[in-house]
């Protein structure tokens, strides 16, 4: 006890009855910290002696400022303390031991740093993780000590404990984020924390005294952002371009990104197999640089306080007229601590901004990642709508988690902190209104739940809607050929009504969630002053407004709490759901040595069913089957056909034909060597490199080199050896740029034929081992089909190479060295062609039937030589044409320029109603004008119950108020205007750069089993990093420029603040001639002066937002200012029309394009009613611009079409359509019950529907696959493409229109299920005028009229058993091509 009262006399040891004794303080939170502090550096010290020159670092420049200048600084303050402590001593003062304790020890423990600074080892010491945690630990036990000094009221002693504790607070942070920095920076080896911004990047160790300079100079431009200057002079002056924008930093570089999040993510997996989370492995990426992003935002929360408490002692101070000076040193401390929160505030924005932009980069890399590497048998679990809403909804989403989490302590941290000093200045009474906000708190827990609940259904009606969307946009063409429009727009809007639904119940509990909360601030205060006067203490200005103040403080996190728990669920929500999606096991397949083998198991004993094969066996063998059981889903609730394939061995350089009925197993035969179905069973093993060309062929959007090439080395002769072997060159030579020209998405401007020879010159130009071709024939007339055959699959460039072909062809399959015969998912047969014919499997291609009778067509002398052979299928006169849809390069996404027109606001106005927006405006006008009475009623209130008095009315000083802004007013518009001219183009080209995003993941999506079968994914994943790393440019450019601006108006705000201040104190004096105001007046004034900085800012950047915003806006207003077609028309059409089905066309000339070549020139024929008709032609020739005419997909520019006498141009289109019938070229079945999908108005009963599918032969397959109420999936691949064909024919024999357009309607099925759909159509279609467009010439055989078109001329037409006796007629030019 002696040592105690030594130590603390005439003082309590601990506790004074309102807070620690200032013994206490000094002793523990002052000296015990130092003398720890001082321990700690001397111990890492004395360890990291003896360290090897390597670990070694050099100090550069701003390292120095921190660890020598500011030390430095700060212990000449603690000196300053000592020389006064000995001064007071001098003049007989006495000072307590406790006091010289804590002096002392705060100073030697900055001259141990600054001693230790000078070592070595200095970077061991004090970048130690130990140390650096300290310190964060040491600032908050300071933080007594700091409150105990503003309540002494003494303005030195206020400013410097302020100095001392920043400059700790400053020193802690910047260990703790140099340590950081300089980890991530080691590699590349240099000293900046900021290197992304020098313009060089050589060896500090080489180049120190430039380099320093540069330094410091990136350190300055890092601080105040101008480093986007020369981006904003830019955008002044011109319409910016993606060159113009900053340069992106090494650490957001996409590339660097994902490889960070993959490897958390692999771990993660590794370590819970069964339940990885996303959030964890987010936490391991990033959760270090953001955790100690939390201690910037700690000190910048606490920074946020320092502002009443010195309003406070100023409003005391004006209240007592006295001590000048010190009036000054509060007034000016004002504005330095809003000043130095400006510079915090937009460096942590900037350093979260940065956060958060590494992990969209990363998460949408690893998505985009997981689509390349998973089967399509493991996506099926998911929708396509689902997956894109992974990349669009939930990446963002789970970003704004960083925002979310720092919040969630921080907003509870300034609340206590703020009631804390509410304690302070009105005592208990603030329990009153501490009540009201523990009373909300359940009922905000209550609507949370509320809340989590609606959004979890809102996606997944999200879901649905974006699924359906994308159904509707992508089979757009086929839905008007269809008139089904209105009823997909129907159940579209069905699905938005829905998620509307779900999404305003959130909004409704969102708005609650907000009016609690947001009357929380009003109700405290109410309640905080009633109970304060009700316990007899007076109400003076300082207590009020410093109050006020700490009121406004509060409304901040207490109005954002409600959207944080918001944005919290959101991210959980969207983390779960995207680990589920990530879970996906991906192909399950191992390389073997050496790397070019392949080897799908379904369980590790399968591998022993190949251990037995000899190996010189497995030498000659490209794949292998061993009782190969394989599923596209193994989902219990779904229905999913087995595939076996017990045994099946597949040589080595030869030809391969697979033949089968539709719907027997030939895609999947193909696909299960691939790895894209579940192998439940067995073993499957290739050898060598494979290319695919998949049975709908898939084009990459750009250009016809791009989509051959691959990703592959350009070798000219290679490459043109390959156009011409697939026919493409002619095409080629007469396309806008060549094989430079454009291709859209899909290849929508290449006709089907076009599309697969696109498809098969990439699969022969990448010469792999296995060529795997999946109906590649059925696309092309039979001319093309004979070049391809002779040229393409048997020729030189694919020698030696095994070529396993799916195909209904004869031609190939007598070609073939090995055929393998395919029955409901089974192998029944295999065997040589020779023994095919014999076999009881020669039925299957209807060999007999598919030949021309006649004999005098079979050409008398083989032809052997391509070089023969090219010119009669390609003479110079009759090369294959441009696409019906025409050539023609795409264009640039176009983007507009300027500000936003007034009509965008318009617009926008009318479709929200513009009720809803003056109600909206009314109400925020009268908050804000209840506010604003509220405050200046509290004002008049404590200056008349006060003593103060003043010679002016309060508009007097409204009025030099305002004058004293128009300079700053008219800074700040300059200010806006620099800023929005360039923020709305950095929207502008953020929206453009987002786009080819999600248009390159959509195309990944549809595409991704022919990426893998490539190995192509590399390349892919290299294409769309480069995408986001563009998005990342724009973004970044973006958040440079808002905080370039915010940092601006907050430092103006700054200057305002210590502004008023200062004049309040001049006018304080007396004599002097105008008394600047009481102190209510002043209090109101500086209440409102501190949140300035945000009103400006949220004005400007609610503005600007808008403003960007509105781009999309504009961008939506583009897209329907598109023309649309004439839906209208003068003529009503008779229910039964057409009675009798006569079609005439009379010199009809259509073009796609006004500059493009006609597609149809001068066409005119007569189609008698119930006449069957058909259409033949090579590739391009026009002949499915015959039926675009005949449904006004496009409209005719010359001539006119008839039917039954009435011009259809006079006809409504959606009326003309109605009351037509097609078999489009792509057959199309939307996500939905099969019935719906035959009969979707539900006309048709039952019974019809199964006689339609029976005609159809396909009514065996629906029956195994569980009748008509089965749910189809998107774009049908429940079946094989074959069957959704017949499908599609039964759903037209069902309309029982007069009119039925085939357009290559039996591509896709074999030759015996074609002849007898054809034999179907003759019989059931009698009295019917059926137009036919095949490329099979058996097809039209038994016809009553062809019509050969070319080039969009007619240049023949006839009966077919006519135009054959002709031998030098086109179209017996045809038919003996399809027997050779």
């Known amino acids: 006890m002696g040592f105690l009262n030594f130590i603390c006399p005439n003082s309590p040891t601990v506790w004074d009855g309102n807070s620690f004794s200032k013994c206490f303080e000094n002793m523990v939170f002052g000296f015990g910290v130092n003398v720890v502090t001082i321990v700690m550096i001397v111990t890492l010290g004395l360890q990291n002696k003896n360290v090897r020159r390597n670990q070694i670092s050099r100090m550069h420049i701003l390292e120095k400022v921190f660890l020598l200048f500011l030390p430095a600084l700060a212990a000449c303050l603690s000196f300053y303390d000592i020389f006064y402590l000995l001064k007071a001593v001098l003049q007989g003062h006495t000072i307590v031991h406790h006091e010289w304790f804590f002096r002392w020890s705060q100073f030697m423990s900055w001259m141990t740093i600054l001693l230790f600074s000078k070592c070595e080892y200095w970077s061991l010491i004090f970048f130690n993780r130990v140390l650096c945690f300290w310190w964060i630990a040491k600032s908050f036990l300071e933080i007594p000590r700091l409150q105990t000094s503003f309540l002494s009221l003494e303005a030195i002693r206020c400013i410097k404990e302020s100095c001392s504790f920043v400059a700790g607070v400053t020193f802690g942070v910047f260990i703790n984020v140099a340590r950081i920095i300089r980890g991530s920076t080691e590699k590349r080896k240099l000293g900046s924390l900021e290197d992304a911004l020098l313009s060089d990047g050589k060896d500090l160790e080489e180049n120190h005294i430039r380099d320093s ?266 839905l008007k050929m269809y008139s089904w ?182 895609s999947s035969l193909l696909n299960s060597i691939l790895g894209e179905m579940l192998l439940v069973h067995g073993s499957i093993y290739s050898r060598g490199s494979i290319a695919y060309v998949s049975q709908v062929p898939w084009i990459l959007s750009g250009t016809i080199r791009d989509n051959i090439l691959f990703g592959k080395d350009y070798d000219a002769k290679r490459y043109a050896d390959v156009l011409q072997a697939c026919a493409l060159d002619v095409d080629i030579s007469l396309m806008v740029g060549g094989d430079l020209s454009y291709i859209g998405e899909k290849g929508l401007n290449l006709s089907g034929g076009q599309r697969a020879r696109l498809a098969l010159a990439r699969a022969i130009y990448h010469g792999a081992d296995v060529c795997m071709l999946d109906d590649v024939l059925s696309a092309v007339d039979a001319q093309v089909a004979r070049w391809i055959l002779r040229n393409a699959i048997l020729g030189h460039l694919m020698d030696q190479k095994t070529q396993i072909l799916c195909t209904h062809n004869v031609q190939a399959i007598s070609s073939a060295d090995m055929i393998v015969v395919m029955d409901r998912g089974h192998v029944k047969w295999t065997g040589s062609f020779a023994d095919f014919s014999e076999s009881p499997y020669a039925t299957i291609p209807s060999m007999e039937d598919s030949k021309i009778s006649s004999q005098s067509l079979r050409p008398k002398n083989s032809i052997n030589s391509s070089s023969e052979l090219r010119p009669n299928l390609i003479p110079e006169e009759d090369c294959i044409t441009l696409s019906e849809e025409a050539q023609e390069a795409i264009e640039i996404e176009l983007r507009k320029e300027g500000t936003v027109e007034l009509g965008v606001y318009k617009s926008y106005a009318t479709f929200s109603s513009w009720k809803i927006v003056i109600v909206i405006s009314l109400s925020a006008i009268l908050m804000q004008a209840s506010r604003n009475g509220n405050d200046l009623w509290l004002s008049y209130w404590v200056d008349s119950t006060g003593s103060h008095r003043t010679m002016y009315s309060t508009g007097f000083y409204l009025i030099l108020f305002l004058l004293l802004l128009l300079p700053f007013g008219y800074i700040y518009k300059k200010l806006q205007f620099y800023y929005r001219s360039t923020s709305r183009e950095l929207r502008r080209l953020d929206s453009v750069s987002r786009s080819p995003i999600y248009a390159s993941f959509t195309e990944t999506l549809d595409g991704s089993s022919t990426i893998r079968a490539f190995n192509a994914k590399e390349y892919f994943f290299t294409r769309f990093t480069e995408h986001i790393a563009l998005y990342q440019q724009t973004s970044y450019s973006e958040i440079i420029a808002s905080l370039w601006l915010s940092l601006r108006l907050q430092l103006i705000a700054a200057f305002i603040n210590s502004f008023i201040a200062i004049m309040a104190v001049v006018g304080c004096r007396g004599g002097f001639p105008v008394n600047f105001g009481t102190p209510g007046l002043v209090g109101l004034a500086l209440s409102y002066a501190s949140p300035i900085v945000s009103l400006m800012s949220n004005f400007l950047t609610s503005y600007t937002e808008t403003e960007k915003e509105m781009v999309s806006i504009e961008r939506v207003l583009q897209y329907m200012d598109i023309p649309q077609e004439e839906l209208c028309g003068c003529n009503s059409l008779h229910p039964d029309w057409p009675t009798q089905g006569y079609i005439k066309f009379e010199h009809v000339t259509l073009r796609y394009r006004p500059s493009l070549p006609a597609a149809l020139h001068d066409v005119s024929f007569n189609i008698a009613a119930g006449m069957q008709v058909g259409i033949v032609g090579r590739t391009g020739a026009g002949k499915s611009s015959v039926i675009n005419a005949l449904f006004r997909l496009t409209p005719i520019c010359g001539g006119q079409i008839l039917v039954d006498g009435v011009n259809i141009a006079d006809v409504a ?168």
């Open 213 to 478: 300079d540069r330094t410091v100079h990136s350190y300055w431009h890092l601080l105040t952002f101008k480093s986007i200057n020369s981006v904003m002079d830019l955008g002044v002056t011109k319409q910016l371009d993606f060159e113009d924008l900053i340069q992106l930093p090494h650490e957001l570089n996409p590339s660097h990104c994902h490889s960070t999040l993959l490897r958390c993510w692999a771990a993660e997996e590794t370590k819970y197999c069964t339940d990885p989370s996303l959030f964890r492995a987010i936490c391991y990426a990033y959760g270090w640089p953001y955790m100690f992003l939390g201690l910037l935002k700690v000190l910048n929360d606490l920074i946020s306080f320092v502002g009443p408490l010195l309003l406070n002692a100023l409003i005391r101070f004006l209240q007592q007229g006295s001590g000048h000076f010190d009036g000054y040193l509060l007034a000016i401390s004002l504005g330095l601590t809003s000043t130095f929160k400006s510079f915090l505030d937009t460096q942590y924005s900037f350093h979260l901004a940065k956060i958060k932009l590494k992990l969209r980069s990363s998460i949408m890399t690893v998505v985009y990642r997981k689509c390349l590497y998973v089967s399509l048998a493991n996506r099926s679990k998911f929708s396509e709508g689902e997956v894109q809403t992974f990349m669009s909804i939930d990446a963002d989403r789970t970003v704004n988690l960083c925002n979310s989490f720092h919040d969630m302590w921080s907003l509870p941290l300034q609340i206590v902190v703020a009631l804390y000093l509410l304690y302070t200045q009105v005592k208990f009474a603030f329990l009153a209104g501490l009540t009201i906000t523990i009373l909300l708190i359940p009922v905000n827990k209550w609507i949370s739940t509320l809340i989590a609940s609606a959004t979890e259904k809102m996606m997944k009606q999200k879901d649905e809607r974006i699924k359906r969307a994308g159904e509707f946009l992508t089979y757009i063409r086929t």
């Open 485 to 666: 429009e209105l009823l997909f727009a129907n159940r579209l809007i069905e699905t938005r009504a829905s998620e509307v639904k779900h999404l305003s119940t959130r909004k409704y509990l969102d708005a609650w969630c907000v009016f609690f909360w947001a009357t929380t601030p009003t109700l405290f205060s109410l309640s905080t002053f009633g109970l304060f006067t009700l316990m007899g203490h007076p109400l003076d200005a300082a207590t009020v407004f410093t109050c006020v103040a700490l009121f406004n403080t509060l409304i901040s996190p207490l109005n954002a709490f409600p959207w944080v728990i918001n944005g919290l669920i959101d991210a959980i929500i969207s983390t779960r759901r995207l680990s589920r999606f990530l879970s996906c096991s991906e192909l399950n397949s191992q390389m073997l040595p050496p790397s070019d083998e392949l080897l799908h198991e379904a369980d590790p004993s399968s591998s022993c069913l190949l251990k037995g094969q000899d190996e010189a066996f497995l030498e000659n063998m490209a794949v292998v089957f061993r009782d190969a059981h394989c599923v596209w889903s193994n989902n219990s609730e779904e229905q999913s056909t087995v595939f076996k394939w017990k045994t099946l061995d597949l040589p080595k350089g030869i030809l391969i034909a697979v033949v089968g009925e539709v719907g027997s197993g030939k």
């Open 1213 to 1380: 289109v959606r009326d003309l359509r109605s009351h037509l019938s097609v078999v489009p070229q792509s057959p199309f079945l939307f996500d939905g019950p099969l019935r719906d999908n035959l009969d979707p108005f539900g006309e048709k009963s039952d019974i019809k529907i199964w006689e339609a599918l029976e005609k159809c032969h396909v009514k065996e397959e629906v029956e195994a696959a569980g009748g008509l109420d089965i749910h189809v999936k998107e774009a049908g691949i429940s079946f094989s493409v074959g069957q959704r064909q017949l499908i599609c024919l039964a759903r037209a024999l069902l309309k029982s229109s007069k009119i039925l357009c085939l357009d290559e309607c039996t591509a896709n099925v074999d030759t015996r299920t074609a002849s007898i759909l054809q034999n179907t159509i003759s019989s059931e279609c009698k009295g019917m005028t059926v137009i036919t467009i095949a490329h099979r010439i058996s097809v039209v055989m038994k016809m009553d009229n062809v019509m050969v078109l070319d080039h969009g001329i007619l240049v023949e037409q006839g009966r077919p058993e006519v135009l054959l006796q002709n031998e030098f007629s086109r179209f017996s030019s045809f038919a003996k091509a399809s027997t050779m």
